[in-house]
């Protein structure tokens, strides 16, 4: 259902995380933080980094609370889930923290609610914005996905540790660069059409700002943000950097709403060809097409060197389909355009065809 945008007296909103606390060495908090929930955290901790930040997430729980750190196997599975849960059932805990990558803190945050109970998201890349978000991508135990999920309340606190985030490789935050280069131009887009949000309803106004904030901040900060995270150092660019591609798109997207970008890439991942690559280097692909089914030239060929600068694909070869054969274009294109889908909150009427056409022009 579509509303005028400029409709008087319709029922808009926007939601946020409770609470968001960036910059070097806030690791040391997450006790401190964890304290102000009760006297029992459960902590899942992602695989990947589970040796690594370990003994630094003990010093954190010093003096309290008491802590049980769990072993996250991989998958943002109903398995996972429900283990986590009942494990924080078990032990008692007053809160759940998520410490890793996307899959670790969509299932704390699930678990989270399914455990009525409090949640902080402590993420170690920024590659995404779904730290902040009130959703979770549930996978079936081969790694497919199996649905989306969507949660009653954004985390109650994301603390993030620019220290933490500029050791890791700087692919991932170029991949969040793409996932936030999306937010304005969707939320451009719903807020043209009056499509509704994640909220179901259309955003205030200020949600379209933020989503504005967070382009022009990629835009100015990205590829020195890149050079610091090469050098390892939580500079200033990667410190506003880290705050656009997990806060503003975390707040713009669900505000603003999502179109094209995302119509896109989950086309793209109907084909194995793209499975190896992140999800910001796949929605920067759909931000191209989408400017291309506008007729956006001028748009397109700014955002499309501004990819090249932060190490972004532009091709469809740079995702991995070095053979973009009418099959596999018809593919990605009926996924994108089916019915429901939000490439349909675009103020311009969007088909399969014209889907192809724009995927032809990035090949």
Not at 24 to 35: K, Q, W
Not at 53 to 68: H, T, V, W
Not at 269 to 274: A, P
Request: glycine share 10%; net charge negative.
């Amino acid at each position: 259902m579509l509303v005028k945008a400029d409709q008087a007296g319709a029922v808009r909103g926007a939601r946020f995380p409770g609470r968001y606390i960036q910059g070097a060495g806030t690791i040391a908090r997450l006790g401190e933080e964890a304290r102000g929930f009760g006297e029992k955290a459960i902590v899942l901790l992602d695989n990947g980094v589970f040796d690594l930040l370990k003994a630094d997430i003990e010093a954190s729980f010093a003096n309290g609370p008491d802590i049980e750190i769990v072993r996250h196997g991989g998958e943002c599975s109903e398995w996972a889930i429900a283990n986590l849960a009942e494990a924080a059932r078990i032990a008692g805990a007053s809160v759940i923290v998520g410490a890793g990558g996307g899959k670790a803190l969509d299932t704390a945050k699930a678990a989270a609610r399914d455990a009525a109970l409090p949640v902080i998201v402590f993420p170690t890349i920024a590659a995404s914005d779904a730290p902040c978000s009130a959703l979770a991508v549930v996978y079936n135990e081969d790694g497919t996905v199996a649905y989306d999920t969507f949660l009653p309340s954004n985390p109650d606190l994301v603390l993030v540790d620019t220290a933490l985030i500029a050791k890791a490789p700087a692919r991932f935050l170029a991949a969040g660069i793409g996932d936030a280069l999306a937010t304005w131009y969707e939320a451009e887009s719903c807020r043209r059409s009056g499509a509704f949000n994640c909220m179901k309803m259309p955003g205030v106004p200020l949600a379209y700002e933020v989503a504005r904030f967070c382009r022009d901040t990629v835009f100015e900060f990205g590829a020195l943000a890149l050079g610091e995270c090469d050098a390892r150092e939580a500079g200033p660019a990667l410190e506003r950097v880290v705050e656009a591609n997990i806060l503003l798109s975390g707040i713009g997207f669900e505000s603003g709403g999502v179109a094209t970008a995302h119509a896109v890439h989950h086309g793209l991942c109907e084909l194995d060809d793209v499975h190896h690559h992140l999800h910001g280097e796949k929605v920067a692909i759909g931000v191209l097409a989408g400017l291309k089914l506008h007729g956006l030239e001028e748009d397109y060929e700014r955002v499309r060197q501004f990819c090249l600068t932060v190490r972004l694909p532009t091709k469809l070869g740079d995702i991995g389909i070095t053979e973009a054969t009418p099959e596999k274009l018809a593919i990605v294109a009926k996924r994108a355009c089916r019915s429901g889908e939000i490439i349909h909150n675009e103020p311009i009427k969007v088909t399969e065809n014209m889907v192809v056409e724009a995927l032809k022009a990035l090949v």
